[in-house]
């Protein structure tokens, strides 16, 4: 059975940081593209960060404008486990965020974890 379990999500002031966690099982997680998406109250849901799967130079990354250089998303093929280090926090970052499994025609989905950026 696949799953993606969240955690790490929770309340802090701007310019804080969090580390958010998804833990993955049922399926080979090194040969997955995993990805952070995110989705603010009545928007839609926006891409955040990717990381594919190791390659002969290692894993590869990649980030939207707006959290780059203040997020960095990582992975340990180990423990089946993606990361995301959210650093210099903004209001605007307040969302769920949920972790993504894809390779070709799979794709999974955690329940998500809501991240509250606000003094």
């Known amino acids: 059975q696949v799953q993606l379990v969240e955690s790490g999500g929770g309340l802090v002031q701007p310019g804080g940081s969090l580390r958010l966690s998804c833990a993955a099982s049922?399926?080979?997680?090194?040969?997955?593209?995993m990805t952070w998406y995110r989705q603010a109250l009545g928007k839609e849901r926006e891409w955040i960060a990717s990381s594919t799967s190791i390659t002969s130079t290692g894993s590869s990354t990649d980030y939207a404008n707006s959290v780059k250089g203040r997020f960095t998303i990582s992975r340990d093929n180990a423990k089946n486990t993606v990361y995301l280090q959210m650093n210099s926090l903004k209001p605007e970052d307040t969302a769920v965020y949920y972790c993504?499994?894809?390779?070709?025609?799979?794709?999974?989905w955690g329940q998500g974890t809501q991240v509250t950026v606000s003094s």
């Open positions: 049922g399926f080979t997680f090194n040969r997955y593209v």
């Open positions: 993504n499994a894809r390779r070709n025609e799979y794709a999974y």
